[in-house]
């Protein structure tokens, strides 16, 4: 979303005589007055952790609930169906029933969770220079199963039963920062109209980007912060990071000093493509198929390169880097052994000998990579791989940043680095395809 589909939001609003402003000056009056930005949104499944925030329409609903009154808005956190609405148009169904399986019961009533002893939020860094957000969850009910749980079953990362609903407060005293967060954690061209206009060196940035997109993407990140953490401290193995589309549609709000709502904005936050362009074309149909009946599993390789993509767009920057570094691996290997046995005709005993070094007290070890690419690449191919740009760009991007990850000296990581990492590795395989299938 850019401040253009927000300023359209405030068309009916300044032509109203009361209002005889323009749009875009309500827009700048309201950024004026902005105090804090709070982004809502829904997780596809259910985090176990203390209530940290209510809602207003479900505390009306139980008001209107108690009164004995009807509750005339639309909510999807409501029952779809309750037993009143039933029993008057003469169908008996299992909506009926509701499924208490846990203590979470006990905070039940009149079909939805009811947030109680409401902690304060969990206060998150998004950077080392002191900006963070504020982020709270509270749980809801599945409306749309049938019969609807009550619960916290284990593995259930899509709902099914329950999910959070969170809710994320960000601060418009850091918008340079979250600007430079969105740009440093997004692997997609989407974020590229925020980038073409910051100014880096300055840490300007223009105003006209003060939107929605950039609050969605802090909280994001945000929260995949706290899912990384979280996940670990409670062994919920079974979840994983989230993308902005997994989470839409996203609210948000923006709140003057007396928490006085000043706009708020409904963003479906979507990525739509057409299906029969995504359809699984007849060929790949036709393998599937083949593999599928006999037992077998994915190509080693295939499997990487597939996994680390994956964990760029779950912001797995980390594990990404690493499994960048294994791919690579993986097929440097098993080609040099196909160079050397199969074009160059070298005997097993002479292969060995090639791959291994003697240390200073004559005892033999295997060759570690860096030495693989570098003797043993010149020896099977006359090319010195590591004078290439190539190289200097597959260690500086994916080698080294991998064994810094995971001998513990370093700790964060970014998607211009991960996307670095896989995109050197794929370069570097494709200039040693090159020259590990022929003879020099």
């Given at each position: 979303m850019s401040i253009s589909d927000a300023e359209r939001s405030f068309q009916q609003f300044s032509s109203h005589p009361k209002n005889p402003l323009d749009y875009s000056q309500q827009w700048e009056l309201i950024r004026k007055r902005t105090n804090r930005i709070q982004v809502f949104f829904d997780l596809p499944f259910l985090v176990a952790v203390n209530d940290t925030f209510s809602c207003g329409i479900i505390s009306e609903y139980i008001k209107a609930k108690d009164a004995g009154e009807e509750f005339k808005h639309q909510y999807h956190y409501l029952p779809l169906v309750t037993p009143e609405s039933l029993e008057k148009s003469g169908f008996k169904g299992t909506k009926l029933l509701a499924l208490q399986v846990s203590d979470l019961g006990k905070h039940v009533k009149h079909g939805v969770y009811v947030p109680h002893d409401i902690k304060k939020p969990y206060r998150i860094a998004t950077n080392d220079s002191g900006s963070f957000v504020y982020m709270g969850f509270v749980p809801r009910i599945n409306q749309a199963q049938d019969p609807v749980m009550i619960g916290f079953p284990r593995g259930d990362i899509a709902g099914r039963v329950m999910y959070s609903s969170v809710f994320v407060e960000?601060?418009?005293?850091?918008?340079?920062?979250?600007?430079?967060?969105?740009?440093?954690?997004d692997s997609s061209k989407h974020y590229m109209h925020i980038r073409d206009n910051f100014n880096e060196k300055g840490g300007g940035v223009s105003r006209e980007?003060?939107?929605?997109?950039?609050?969605?993407?802090?909280?994001?990140?945000?929260?995949?912060?706290?899912?990384?953490?979280?996940?670990?401290?409670?062994?919920?193995?079974?979840?994983?990071?989230?993308?902005?589309?997994?989470?839409?549609?996203?609210?948000?709000?923006?709140?003057?000093?007396?928490?006085?709502?000043?706009?708020?904005?409904?963003?479906?936050?979507?990525?739509?493509?057409?299906?029969?362009?995504?359809?699984?074309?007849?060929?790949?149909?036709?393998?599937?198929?083949?593999?599928?009946?006999?037992?077998?599993?994915?190509?080693?390789?295939?499997?990487?390169?597939?996994?680390?993509?994956?964990?760029?767009?779950?912001?797995?920057?980390?594990?990404?880097?690493?499994?960048?570094?294994?791919?690579?691996?993986?097929?440097?290997?098993?080609?040099?052994?196909?160079?050397?046995?199969?074009?160059?005709?070298?005997?097993?005993?002479?292969?060995?000998?090639?791959?291994?070094?003697?240390?200073?007290?004559?005892?033999?070890?295997?060759?570690?990579?860096?030495?693989?690419?570098?003797?043993?690449?010149?020896?099977?191919?006359?090319?010195?791989?590591?004078?290439?740009?190539?190289?200097?760009?597959?260690?500086q991007n994916a080698l080294t940043p991998r064994n810094l990850i995971v001998h513990g000296s370093k700790f964060t990581a970014n998607s211009i680095e991960a996307t670095n990492a896989y995109l050197s590795v794929r370069k570097a395989i494709d200039y040693l395809d090159d020259i590990l299938s022929m003879p020099n």
């Open positions: 960000l601060f418009p005293a850091y918008f340079n920062e979250y600007v430079k967060l969105a740009i440093e954690n980007f003060n939107s929605g997109d950039v609050y969605i993407k802090t909280a994001i990140y945000a929260v995949n912060r706290f899912i990384e953490q979280y996940k670990i401290l409670n062994d919920s193995y079974f979840i994983t990071n989230v993308t902005e589309n997994m989470c839409s549609p996203y609210r948000i709000a923006w709140r003057d000093a007396q928490n006085i709502v000043l706009s708020e904005l409904t963003v479906p936050k979507l990525t739509i493509s057409d299906y029969d362009e995504n359809k699984l074309p007849d060929e790949e149909d036709r393998i599937l198929r083949s593999e599928l009946s006999k037992i077998s599993s994915p190509d080693i390789l295939d499997t990487l390169d597939i996994n680390i993509r994956q964990r760029l767009e779950l912001q797995e920057w980390k594990i990404a880097i690493i499994e960048s570094a294994v791919l690579f691996e993986s097929w440097v290997q098993p080609r040099i052994r196909y160079m050397a046995l199969g074009v160059k005709k070298m005997s097993r005993k002479s292969f060995d000998r090639l791959m291994k070094f003697k240390d200073a007290d004559n005892n033999s070890h295997p060759k570690p990579m860096s030495m693989i690419l570098d003797s043993v690449v010149l020896e099977l191919t006359g090319v010195e791989f590591v004078n290439t740009d190539v190289y200097k760009e597959l260690k």
